[in-house]
C-alpha cells in the first residue's frame, strides 16, 4: 500500500486497514516458520506497510 493510499483514508479506515495488516503479516510469519515461503520479501513489504500506517495514525493523533 502506497503512502499516497494511506493518506486519503478516514481515521477509522486506516485503524481497520492496521488490523488486517497485522493479521495477514501474523499468519505469514507463522507459515514461514512452518514451511519457507516462496516469497519472502512479502514479509518485508508488510512490516513496512504495518509502519506506514501506523505512523500516519500517530501524525494524525499529533494534529
Known sequence: MKQSEIKELSVAELQEKLGE???????????????????????????????RIATELTKRELQ
Open 21 to 51: 495488516v497485522k493479521k495477514s503479516y501474523s499468519d505469514l510469519k507463522l507459515a514461514h516458520a512452518i514451511s519457507p515461503l516462496e516469497n519472502p520479501i512479502q514479509l518485508r513489504t508488510i512490516r513496512r506497510t504495518v509502519a
